[in-house]
């Protein structure tokens, strides 16, 4: 909306998430009917009768939208309903449009109260205050939050001693998604899902600059079709991989991507009118910096401390910068897990028993995660609380993204016969609108045969259908990638496939008929598992895992084992650029393998140890994870000295590899932890620092937004 005038003065322009083009005209006939219902929504409520009167004041606001009267009602319509998101976003934009109405932080302060927010529905009223000092409204409602405060504080200690373990060792669990990212915790003997301030269990992974500050989460995702060059998402694709690495993913993202030292993607976007770099580390902190905040809300208490969750296909790299995004959010990652080992958690904490209450001795279970952006399928078996990964396999570039993206494709191809092949051309905005609409009609497609693609493109309206049936011939290829890691990872466990016990879904994307469809055929018919909350089990079993690290020890928890593999081959370089494995793939960890080498040349008193992940006999086709020297070997024929080289995966799947000559004794290790792209301590702790000033930057500009009124 464009901001108002008055006095001479620019009014304080409120963020709104519409591009000019769907503004809407209020006309005098339809303020005066937006009256008349607001009058109607008054008496119903002033009755009691809620649902009546949101009804009302629903209608008040599609007459005029941009009073901030009705949205103010219908926020203690909805609070009252206890349907608390509803009623904090209407309170937020009652206060978008007026920032020095005191009873908007009033509506705001109460709904956030009601859902247990206490610090943020503190802020409100305390915001509130500032325009109207003497509100006996927002005076009595600070106090009651402070009340509240201090009684969850201490109710918060009492179940920290019942579950054995102090407050400040509170394990918090995340699961860092491409698309959304949700935060868990163990209390009382079970793992709960943590809500947002908006009410919301997960949390979309986006990162927004905007003239009015940083937005991360929804509020990032809500603007990105006025703001594509400065919104950010996707950056799991690309974290810990190289430059050159990204192609594909980089033609589907509308913002800057460089390549930065070392061949590292760097993204660039203007904050406050100058271009500033970020590395991916940064970007996925933001986002774990709200799953932090998210957890402090609602448990009262600072959280230090976290299990994170990855694909199991991610590569050493991929982990080290993911550990390193933790740090810089100010967590200290106690444990890197694998998402389906995970769910697997999830899925087995309930069946540690059979029908007849017997111990269940032994179960085959396949976990197939396809999320947003990545895929992956492990192979565990399943005995009294023991978590044993057979195999895994995966594909870090497959998931809902795809399928969108094959959607958007197939779309903007049928509207340019019909609307001309310029529609769409050099228009980020118009790319951006269309793919959130084919995000919209995918979904609505895994409960209905057709949905509508709808979006505007400057004047133009697209209203296009789509049929299920054309949705899955477009993304079949896709569709049957997802095979391709299932077999395999039946043939690197040895398995047969009649010989799965349970398929168990995770991961949004599972809800796709045509998913499920391809699995249930290739398995015979066998009936899917869908148990596990598909976008909850993974943050929930990180929350178990950081429940056993944290020392709680109750029934659910004390019998837990995790045994875990290695998603891909370990090994070194060899003359004519072989690889030698040292460690195989699906090798459970923590693992120790050595294997001995030699030298190449006569009188040979050095070599270089280059380290490799991956699966083709030829280092070309492998990633490269570091190297390191070892000098002082035994100067003898070709051949002769004998040198050790042993690889260690620890727990966190991270790696540290050794060289040591039998003869001289002479030693060279590294543990990877500055190569590659990876950030130095001295990197991190000041990307520490500025997402400390960027916290409260973002802090200053909210309070600024709302403290500021008309004159």
Known sequence: MAPSKKGGKTAAAPVVAHDEDDLIQVTPAMKQQAAKFKA??????????????????TKAIECDPYDHIFYSNRSACY???????????????????RPDFAKGYSRLGFALFKAGFLHDAMNAYERGLTVDPKNNNLIEGLGEAKLAQKAKIEAAKLSAQMDNVTLDEHVIGIDL???YSCVSVWRNGEAHVLTNAEGDRTTPSWVAFTEQGRLVG?????????????TLFNIKRIIGRQYSECAHELELMPFDVKEGEGGKPIVSVDVNGEKKDF?????????LQKMKATAEAQLGVPITKAVVTVPAYFNDAQRRQTKDAGAIAGLDVLRIINEPTAAALAYGLDRREGENGEVIKNQCILVFDLGGGTFDVSLLNLQDGVFEVLSTAGDTHLGGEDFDTSLAAFAQKEIEKERGADIFTGDEKALRKLRTACEKAKRELSVANHANIECFIGEIEINMKITREQFEKVCEPTFQRCLDSVKRVLSDAGKKKEEVDEIVLVGGSTRVPRVQGILTEYFDGKTLNKSVHPDEAVAYGAAVQGAILAGVRDKQTSRVLLMDVVPLSLGVECEGRQFAKVVQRNTAIPCKKKSEFTTVYDNQDEIDVRIFEGERSNTDGNHLLGEFQISGIERASAGEPKIDVTFEVNTNGLLTVTAKDRVTGVEANVSLQHDRGRLTAEEIERMCAEAEAMAEEDERLARMREYEGTD
Do not use: W
């Open 177 to 179: 998604g491409t698309t």
């Open 279 to 287: 590395a991916p580390e940064q970007i996925s902190a933001m986002v």
């Open 218 to 230: 929804d509020a990032a995702k809500r603007q990105a079709a006025i703001n594509p060059k400065n």
């Open 79 to 97: 609070a009252n309903l206890d349907q608390h998101s509803k009623a904090c976003a209407d309170a937020r934009r009652c206060i978008e449009l």
């Open 40 to 57: 109607a929504g008054n008496n119903a409520f002033s009755a009691g009768r809620y649902y009546a009167a949101t009804a009302e004041f």
